[in-house]
């Protein structure tokens, strides 16, 4: 019958023979998922699947991966750590794998500060980067090996639900940047800068306490009319649909939305073309 939990629902097989398996059909398949296995640590046989593309260790008990030979999957394109518990410093390994184009990191503790001091520091970042997930890591700042000159292929960004106050000018570093993610910090501002991501075309600031009668404007005019911005999401900060139609650049922002014949953005989740989530 298989493994279901309390309430019916299938529960992902886990076990030695279990492991033996997935590791037997990933070296010929070049994928291996590990999710929800309850691991502290990976097993060393997966550090010898030379051709593997995409490994999911998501939702594990993983404290480091820096005491493990993570580099010697130079194959890897994918690598999904989500929801585990790694701490500064664990992931070191990352800045050998130079044909990684997806990280998803999100929910672990990369940027808590140790007892030795160790905070929210990065490895550098591989080149090949095209999406970046790092949601809730408790970072109170953007760490500065995202915001590198060396980052031009990322094109997501993830950083919600961080502990973020502030967002640097070199944010403009990251010039194929399409969609950015800052939901739930505490950012008052952007920076000038954010205009120089040309490509940018999805923005989500929800739950920021942005005030709408800062001055200047809290959202640059440059973010309106320098960029390619067709979706942007202010739900849950203090701001009115009257503040923000009166900032510099906004009236540019509306009328390229009225050119979008779609609304497949983001699932469509802002179904308002006008007011960005205020009223």
């Known amino acids: ?12 097989q886990t076990g030695k023979k279990v492991v033996i ?7 010929k398949t070049g994928i291996l998922s590990l999710q929800e296995h309850d691991l502290e640590e990976v097993p060393r046989q997966v550090f010898s699947l030379s051709k593997l593309r995409s490994l999911d260790l998501s939702k594990n008990s993983l404290k480091d991966l820096s005491t493990c030979n993570l580099g010697g999957l130079t194959n890897l394109k994918l690598l999904n750590v989500e929801s585990n518990k790694l701490r500064p410093g664990s992931l070191k390994a990352i800045s050998e794998l130079h044909k990684l184009q997806v990280l998803n990191a999100g929910q672990n503790c990369l940027g808590v500060e140790l007892p030795n001091g160790v905070s929210g520091n990065l490895p550098k970042l591989p080149a090949s980067l095209k999406q970046l997930k790092l949601h809730s890591n408790s970072f109170l700042t953007i760490p500065p090996q995202i915001c590198s000159s060396t980052l031009i292929k990322l094109e997501n960004l993830d950083l919600s639900s961080n502990s973020l ?40 600031l929800r739950g920021n306490g942005m005030n709408g009668a ?20 202010l739900h849950e900060n203090i701001m009115k649909n009257s503040q923000l139609m009166d900032y510099e650049g906004f009236s540019a922002f509306l009328e390229r939305r009225k050119k979008v014949k779609t609304k497949d953005i983001m699932g469509g989740a802002l179904t308002d073309l006008d007011t960005c989530g205020l009223r």
Do not use: C, R, W, Y
């Open 165 to 204: 106050a502030h967002i640097p000018q070199e944010i403009k570093f990251l010039s194929s940047l399409v969609e950015l993610n800052l939901d739930f910090n505490s950012i008052p501002s952007l920076p000038e800068e954010v205009g120089e991501l040309k490509k940018l075309k999805v923005l989500s």
């Open 214 to 233: 800062t001055q200047p404007q809290p959202l640059p005019a440059s973010l309106f009319s320098k960029t390619q911005l067709i979706d942007l999401n």
């Open 21 to 27: 398996q997935k590791l037997e059909n990933a070296s």
């Open 1 to 12: 019958m298989g493994n279901t939990s309390s309430f019916g629902q299938p529960k992902n």
